[in-house]
């Protein structure tokens, strides 16, 4: 298997992460969609990151369905999703705010740091804030930490993943929001899952 992106997007870095937990072989090609996108369309005319070329020549593009993929794939002592429905639906739950997470600090990235300035539209990056602050109260509210360490069983996660990638992001790429809006809950947990060895090989 081969994936394509670069570490600096929430999405490619969760796959990433997910593949080394699931214990996965792959390749892994950094390219940019902004800085190698002629390359990237050579790979994927989607210009889409992450992409995923599997053994049998397929690509799957779209960070979650990627994931539902390869938790198909892997061996199930691996899986990264919860078999038993209630935590299926509270790690759903979870993922689903920390990807709104990454889909809204993306957006206010670029409306600050790739929009022209005479094109700036500040009511749609103030919505955009509001919704990052919204998120960011549901997560610290709703994740529970158990005595291992994690939100939803006794090792990591998908939960867990998405939940640290999204918090590195907005630390990386919106610091102000981070110190302000970051919960110390959300920091402490952000920074124990960094440390773990899948993380480690994936630094954004």
């Not at 739950?93 to 600050?112: H, N, P, R, S, W």
């Not at 990052?132 to 158990?146: F, M, P, S, T």
């Not at 790429?173 to 402490?188: A, E, G, H, I, Q």
Request: charged content about 25%; proline content about 4%.
């Amino acid at each position: 298997m081969k994936l394509v992106g670069m570490l600096d997007s929430p999405y490619v870095r969760r796959v990433v992460i997910s593949l080394k937990a699931m214990d996965l072989s792959f390749e892994h090609e950094q390219l940019s969609v902004f800085n190698d996108l002629e390359k990237m369309k050579a790979v994927n005319p989607l210009m889409k990151a992450p992409a995923l070329i599997t053994d049998e020549e397929i690509l799957l593009v779209d960070s979650t369905l990627i994931l539902e993929y390869l938790d198909r794939k892997c061996d199930q002592s691996l899986s990264l999703s919860p078999e038993n429905i209630m935590d299926f639906t509270r790690s759903q739950y979870l993922i689903g705010i920390a990807l709104t997470l990454c889909d809204k600090a993306v957006q206010l990235f670029m409306e600050y740091n790739r929009r022209p300035p005479e094109k700036f539209y500040q009511e749609w990056a103030d919505r955009i804030d509001e919704q990052l602050q919204a998120g960011l109260e549901l997560l610290d509210h709703h994740v529970i930490v158990n005595d291992a360490g994690y939100v939803i069983a006794e090792r990591v996660m998908q939960a867990d993943i998405t939940i640290a990638v999204a918090i590195k992001y907005i630390e990386k790429k919106l610091p102000d929001l981070y110190k302000n809006n970051v919960s110390n809950k959300l920091k402490t947990f952000s920074t124990k899952m960094e440390a773990l060895p899948f993380f480690q090989k994936c630094m954004f």
